[in-house]
Nanobody
């Protein structure tokens, strides 16, 4: 079983920055991908950024140039990390942010979510 522990959410003014962190616990082998999704009230969950062990990174168009994903992938999966540096935050970035990990044949895993609020 895999658990994803998230931290770093909060409230910030427009133009500010936040850093989200996610650490995996559990041994299922190396993840195929880790990343972050978000869900605003009344909206569907959407991809923010994903990263793979080979360094292939994918960003939502709305965050390109403002958000940066980084992390590490361990052989066992345990202690793998996904970090999201968010700069130049906008009110429309307000959402619950979820850490995500794809463990191949063992399926997808999600964190509990962390609230990010951008407001003046």
């Amino acid at each position: 079983q895999v658990r994803l522990a998230e931290s770093g959410g909060g409230m910030v003014q427009p133009g500010g920055s936040l850093r989200l962190s996610c650490t995996a616990s559990g041994d299922v082998g190396r993840f195929d991908a880790m990343g972050w999704y978000r869900q605003a009230p009344g909206q569907q969950r959407e991809l923010v950024a994903t990263n793979t062990p080979s360094g292939a990174i994918n960003y939502a168009d709305s965050v390109i140039g403002r958000f940066t994903i980084s992390g590490r992938f361990t052989f066992s999966g345990d202690s793998s990390k996904a970090n999201l540096q968010m700069n130049s935050l906008k009110p429309e970035d307000t959402a619950v942010y979820y850490c995500y990990a794809n463990a191949g044949p063992f399926g997808d895993y999600w964190g509990q979510g962390t609230q990010v609020t951008v407001s003046s």
